[in-house]
């Protein structure tokens, strides 16, 4: 008991079937207009205080009215405190910065998790292992080896999963998927989808001063299963371009941007449950950089066109260079017999154009990004059923985004790489077996 309450994990213990109710019933648990009563909301936390954890807090999260947040957890202090204290507003968030005391400490439903990549599998399945469902940000995991632990993980604890690649739920693009899956078009002959760029390498660099309020174990906690490196900002704040961390995470990288085009293209194509069966490099690498009118920017680091095939002859062509207002690399175009329509994220275009000026297009959505993706999951842990973005459609999306960044580390132009989408390994590329998998640093072992 902690001011004479019972913790989840001592209400369990004690084999609890149900409380008394109280004589008097608050107000705030019978809801008022449409905000539903505090019994049928879910509460959940935060693991995981960076700047996308900031934009569901600030924009998703608060306008979901079945969701409510009670504590938020980051291993960096100062973190917890300043997110506190910018988007808390008038609620009293509990602050830890330890998220397995957070979840035994408060009466939680679930937990969102937007901790660094490579922090994100440990984070999940220790989070399942605990009781919660889980809302995983992308990418979801760092190898395919990983994420398919992290799906057997929620298949045995029965943890209701979302993974936020968001498209799943954006109205227009729901619809737009359907029109494809379905035969709409006829039958889809290949898919052009962007040639997304890679991970940088780290060098090490001189041991640089921890951030202020950092704790003795905070860079330890952080590094998780990577290979220990000495501390270095570039590192801590920048990690998301760096191979030891990511895939590629950074905008148009392949574990990026990556994420969600080919998430939405398993999607319309549905093929949400395999992949393809075959991967082939078209060219060699190159270290190359593409300028965006759309962003203003360059991106830069290796890129090289890969072609897929699946069992039924669809080919996807990852060789899309160009990111503008044709395609801004969160989506894919679909050639079929009967036209071709690509799906962006929250638009769609088509040819012919009837395609999509069909009067059942529900058009643009003007709420935020997220909002249908947060109230899916919320409405799924209440009902026990699958996700429209379930951890096992997120594996095989992420599956194809790390079979790129193999291919192109086999460097076998031209050769066909056979894959087998059931046992999740080629059957005729040992060296790209070896990149399933890495080491995991001891004491940050994935629990079985």
Same mark, same amino acid.
């Given at each position: 008991?902690?001011?004479? %309450? *019972?913790?989840?994990?001592?209400?369990?213990?004690?084999?609890?079937?149900? *409380? &008394?109710?109280?004589?008097?019933?608050?107000?705030?648990?019978?809801?008022?207009?449409? %905000?539903?009563?505090?019994?049928?909301?879910?509460?959940?936390?935060?693991?995981?205080?960076?700047?996308?954890?900031?934009?569901?807090?600030?924009?998703?999260?608060? /306008?979901?009215?079945?969701?409510?947040?009670?504590?938020?957890?980051?291993?960096?202090?100062?973190?917890?405190?300043?997110?506190?204290?910018?988007?808390?507003?008038?609620?009293?968030?509990?602050?830890?910065?330890? =998220?397995?005391?957070?979840?035994?400490?408060?009466?939680?439903?679930?937990? *969102?998790?937007?901790?660094?990549?490579?922090?994100?599998?440990?984070?999940?399945?220790?989070?399942?292992?605990?009781?919660?469902?889980?809302?995983?940000?992308?990418?979801?995991?760092?190898?395919? &080896?990983?994420?398919?632990?992290?799906?057997?993980?929620?298949? %045995?604890?029965?943890?209701?999963?979302?993974?936020?690649?968001?498209?799943?739920?954006?109205?227009?693009?729901?619809?737009?998927? /359907?029109?494809?899956?379905?035969? &709409?078009?006829?039958?889809?002959?290949?898919?052009?989808?962007?040639? =997304?760029?890679?991970?940088?390498?780290?060098?090490?660099?001189?041991?640089?001063?921890?951030?202020?309020?950092?704790?003795?174990?905070?860079?330890?906690?952080?590094?998780?299963?990577?290979?220990?490196?000495?501390?270095?900002?570039?590192?801590?704040?920048?990690? &998301?371009?760096?191979?030891?961390?990511?895939?590629?995470?950074?905008?148009?990288?392949?574990?990026?941007?990556?994420?969600?085009?080919?998430?939405?293209?398993?999607?319309?194509?549905?093929?949400?449950?395999?992949?393809?069966?075959?991967?082939?490099?078209?060219?060699?690498?190159?270290?190359? !950089?593409?300028?965006?009118?759309?962003?203003?920017?360059?991106?830069?680091?290796?890129?090289?066109?890969?072609?897929?095939?699946?069992?039924?002859?669809?080919?996807?062509?990852?060789?899309?260079?160009?990111?503008?207002?044709?395609?801004?690399?969160?989506?894919? /175009? =679909?050639?079929?017999?009967?036209?071709?329509?690509?799906?962006?994220?929250?638009?769609?275009?088509?040819?012919?154009?009837?395609?999509?000026?069909?009067?059942?297009?529900?058009?643009? /959505?003007?709420?935020?990004?997220?909002?249908?993706?947060?109230?899916?999951?919320?409405?799924?842990?209440? !009902?026990?059923?699958?996700?429209?973005?379930?951890?096992?459609?997120?594996?095989?999306?992420?599956?194809?985004?790390? *079979?790129?960044?193999?291919?192109?580390?086999?460097?076998?132009?031209?050769?066909?790489?056979?894959?087998?989408?059931?046992?999740?390994?080629?059957?005729?590329?040992?060296?790209?077996?070896?990149?399933?998998?890495?080491?995991?640093?001891?004491?940050?072992?994935?629990?079985?």
């Amino acid at each position: 008991m902690r001011d004479g %309450r *019972l913790t989840r994990r001592q209400a369990i213990k004690a084999g609890l079937g149900a *409380l &008394a109710l109280p004589a008097i019933i608050p107000s705030s648990a019978l809801g008022q207009g449409d %905000r539903p009563g505090a019994n049928e909301r879910i509460n959940v936390g935060i693991i995981g205080l960076g700047g996308r954890a900031r934009w569901l807090a600030q924009h998703s999260l608060r /306008n979901v009215a079945e969701v409510d947040v009670v504590a938020v957890c980051d291993i960096f202090r100062p973190r917890v405190d300043g997110f506190a204290n910018d988007l808390q507003g008038d609620a009293t968030w509990s602050k830890y910065d330890n =998220f397995l005391e957070m979840i035994e400490q408060e009466n939680l439903d679930g937990v *969102l998790i937007e901790t660094t990549t490579h922090a994100r599998a440990w984070v999940t399945v220790m989070a399942m292992q605990a009781g919660m469902d889980v809302y995983i940000e992308k990418p979801m995991c760092l190898t395919i &080896a990983e994420g398919r632990e992290m799906v057997d993980a929620a298949r %045995r604890y029965g943890r209701v999963t979302q993974v936020g690649t968001q498209q799943r739920t954006i109205p227009i693009n729901v619809w737009a998927s /359907n029109l494809v899956k379905s035969g &709409a078009l006829g039958r889809v002959d290949h898919v052009v989808a962007p040639n =997304f760029t890679g991970p940088l390498t780290w060098t090490d660099e001189p041991e640089q001063p921890l951030p202020d309020g950092a704790s003795d174990t905070f860079w330890d906690v952080w590094t998780n299963q990577a290979v220990m490196r000495p501390y270095h900002p570039q590192l801590h704040y920048g990690w &998301a371009k760096w191979w030891d961390y990511d895939g590629g995470g950074k905008s148009f990288g392949v574990t990026g941007w990556g994420t969600h085009a080919y998430d939405q293209l398993q999607c319309a194509l549905g093929t949400d449950d395999t992949g393809p069966v075959e991967v082939v490099l078209e060219e060699p690498v190159e270290f190359r !950089s593409i300028w965006t009118d759309s962003d203003d920017m360059t991106l830069a680091g290796p890129r090289a066109k890969v072609t897929m095939r699946y069992a039924n002859g669809t080919e996807l062509r990852l060789h899309r260079d160009r990111v503008g207002n044709t395609l801004h690399g969160l989506g894919a /175009n =679909f050639v079929c017999e009967e036209g071709e329509i690509e799906i962006e994220r929250n638009q769609v275009s088509s040819d012919p154009p009837e395609i999509v000026q069909s009067p059942e297009n529900p058009g643009p /959505n003007d709420r935020d990004e997220c909002y249908y993706h947060v109230l899916d999951w919320a409405q799924c842990i209440k !009902s026990r059923g699958t996700c429209a973005a379930d951890i096992e459609y997120s594996q095989r999306a992420h599956t194809l985004c790390y *079979l790129v960044n193999i291919a192109r580390d086999v460097g076998r132009v031209g050769e066909v790489l056979e894959w087998d989408p059931v046992a999740e390994r080629f059957t005729n590329c040992d060296e790209g077996n070896a990149m399933l998998s890495r080491p995991r640093r001891e004491g940050y072992e994935l629990p079985g």
